[in-house]
């Protein structure tokens, strides 16, 4: 069973559309975070969030982290293709100190 | 360096053959992961060092696989007698201090077994 559930899994939207992607768990996390990964690379690291209610905004993306730090959800404004990627959301739990990452969503942003 | 570098990139092993994967993480980085990712998932713990002290190995899937990081800094994943189900993407991740800090990941070893 995944700590962190990732919907949806797979995403195809056109250019200029809205996407919100969710991250949800039943565990609290001391921090959460999102990255995205392209094709033969690792994941990068877009942000970082760790109290409860927190919102930050990086350019056209949106990230949530929701009260009770168990869920979380980014949102992407006028998606363009450079967007396109596999976005995880991976959280630490209170008391340890790895990530556990979802399974990530697909995005396809078409032209 | 200015990144934390994988080798090799990709890596073909016959099954019974062993193999090791290298991670150079950024310099100064106290905690290093490696961590395991099939196609299609987000990536599964496997092992975490701190310095050279391996705090956690209770992701490594048996004992055929072993890492070390003797001196700290670069760290090695050993799978011994490599099985097809071994197949998969290996990254490894540095950070400079605790839980709270963004994790930087390698490119990763894509390791197929045949």
């Known amino acids: 069973t995944q700590l962190l559930e990732q919907s949806p899994q797979f995403l195809s939207i056109q250019e200029g559309e809205n996407l919100t992607v969710y991250c949800n768990s039943s565990?609290?996390?001391?921090?959460l975070q999102w990255y995205r990964q392209e094709p033969g690379e690792g994941p990068v690291l877009l942000v970082t969030?760790?109290?409860?209610?927190e919102v930050k905004k990086l350019k056209r993306l949106t990230f949530q982290f929701g009260d009770a730090r168990k869920d979380s959800s980014l949102h992407i404004t006028a998606a363009q293709p450079g967007d396109t990627g596999l976005y995880l959301c991976?959280?630490?739990?209170?008391?340890?100190?790895?990530?556990?990452f979802g399974a990530g969503t697909t995005v396809t942003v078409r032209a | 360096g200015a990144g934390v570098s994988q080798s090799p990139r990709y890596k073909v092993a016959k099954r019974g053959q062993d193999v090791a994967l290298r991670c150079d993480p950024i310099s100064g980085h106290v905690s290093l992961f490696w961590y395991q990712q099939a196609l299609g998932q987000g990536p599964e713990f496997l092992t975490y060092f701190q310095n050279e002290a391996q705090l956690d190995k209770s992701g490594l899937p048996s004992d055929r696989f072993f890492a070390e990081r003797p001196e700290g800094s670069v760290s090695t994943l050993k799978i011994q007698r490599t099985q097809q189900e071994d197949s998969a993407v290996y990254l490894c991740?540095?950070?400079?201090?605790?839980?709270?800090?963004?994790?930087?990941f390698g490119s990763g070893t894509r390791l197929t077994v045949v």
């Open positions: 565990s609290v996390f001391s921090s």
């Open positions: 991740a540095s950070s400079p201090r605790d839980k709270n800090y963004g994790y930087t």
């Open positions: 991976a959280g630490v739990t209170v008391g340890d100190y790895k990530l556990s």
């Open positions: 969030v760790v109290t409860g209610g």
